[in-house]
């Protein structure tokens, strides 16, 4: 599945900006106990990734035509961001840059799903390095669509969410775009 392996070299190469001084790319045994765990996670994370493309494979119709004759699912969704990380199978990644866009479509299939979203993981999902959907993020927030919580559990991580409008926003666009393609 050509299309999880790109995916876990984009989340690579994500984690290797928040390493610089020595990325997951060092020799074995070089690598910081931070690291490892990263590289740990980015494996759990491909997993995730090759389970989603199997279950969007079963079901092609989800990352078709997403919400064409029923409400939107987390799954179609999904099927959407699936499909925009697909193009870069057939054209250079970089001709398609809209982190903003991929961090809310992430976020509103976390809604859907009623999933907690970390700030880490919504870098991940932009598909950009981390000071770029850092500085998306807090764009996003400035224009009311996200809100950043803080974990009851951990005061060191901020989780975030669409916000009532964006919701709202996004159900309405998705109601306008039904029994269309959308990538």
């Not at 250079?92 to 299939?109: E, N």
């Not at 919580?149 to 306008?176: H, I, K, M």
């Amino acid at each position: 599945m050509q299309h999880a392996n790109l995916s876990h070299v984009a989340l690579a190469a994500n984690i290797a900006d928040e390493f610089p001084e020595d990325g997951p790319l060092a020799p074995l045994g070089t690598r910081s106990p931070r690291t490892e765990l990263a590289l740990r996670e980015l494996a759990n994370m491909q997993a995730q990734l090759v389970r989603l493309a199997a279950v969007i494979e079963a079901n092609d119709d989800a990352s078709v035509s997403a919400c064409a004759d029923q409400p939107c699912s987390d799954g179609s969704i999904k099927g959407i961001l699936q499909a925009r990380l697909e193009r870069n199978s057939f054209f250079p990644g970089d001709l398609f840059s809209d982190p903003a866009w991929d961090m809310l479509l992430d976020l509103y299939a976390a809604e859907l799903s009623q999933v907690r979203v970390s700030v880490t993981s919504l870098c991940i999902a932009s598909n950009a390095p981390t000071s770029t959907a850092l500085r998306w993020i807090s764009t996003l927030e400035r224009e009311n669509l996200i809100e950043r919580r803080a974990d009851p559990l951990d005061g060191r991580r901020f989780f975030l969410s669409l916000t009532a409008e964006a919701v709202e926003r996004f159900e309405r666009y998705f109601a306008n775009v039904r029994n269309r393609a959308v990538i």
